[in-house]
């Protein structure tokens, strides 16, 4: 498990490192650091493959992070890199699946029916780190989407509930706190 880990850990960074990635460096600090840690102990408590867990929460945004016109589909693109790469390294079919299975179904927006506890544990750690970080969900709507003040709040509001329905009870626990601050801090101030 290690050195798989090793390969896809370094590849996905150097992504996240490249001057093509849109989002930043911040992509991997802000973002799939956190996924992969949500991933692991969501797994660990759920009794579940962890090292399918963990190579999903790598690799889940892997293909917008290498070519940004892919987010809409990213899910789908994410996935058959996925393949490959792990294709390459001679993992096993059967935790391929499982991986590909994982990114596929991890969208919120996408409605995909999650079939396995790992797809769920990838789905509920990609919510957690959007609650986890806030400062990542800052830069992704002023300075990715270039939305202005209302519409950034607004994409934030919905972003946040989405991900709150995602979660596993355990998840949701885990992170009920971070829930409760950012319900507060984007409350609707009276006018």
């Not at 709507?141 to 596993?168: H, I, N, P």
Request: hydrophobic share 40%; with cysteine.
């Amino acid at each position: 498990m290690r050195s798989i880990l090793s390969i896809i850990t370094k590849t996905v960074e150097a992504a996240c490192k490249s001057e093509n990635n849109i989002y930043g460096y911040s992509a991997w600090t802000h973002h799939i650091q956190s996924v992969v840690a949500f991933s692991k102990q969501l797994a660990e408590k759920k009794q579940a493959d962890v090292e399918v867990a963990v190579l999903a929460a790598l690799l889940h945004d892997y293909a917008q992070i290498a070519d940004s016109t892919l987010y809409p589909e990213h899910h789908i693109h994410s996935a058959r890199l996925a393949r490959e790469l792990l294709q390459k390294q001679k993992f096993p079919e059967e935790k391929i699946a499982q991986v590909e299975h994982c990114i596929l179904s991890h969208r919120g927006s996408k409605e995909i029916p999650r079939e396995t506890i790992e797809a769920q544990i990838l789905a509920s750690a990609d919510s957690m780190a959007h609650f986890d970080n806030l400062d990542a969900l800052y830069s992704l709507v002023f300075k990715v989407k270039k939305l202005e003040t209302g519409e950034g709040r607004d994409f934030v509001m919905k972003k946040l509930a989405r991900s709150w329905k995602k979660l596993l009870p355990e998840a949701k626990e885990m992170v009920l706190p971070l829930y409760e601050a950012a319900q507060t801090l984007f409350a609707e101030s009276p006018k």
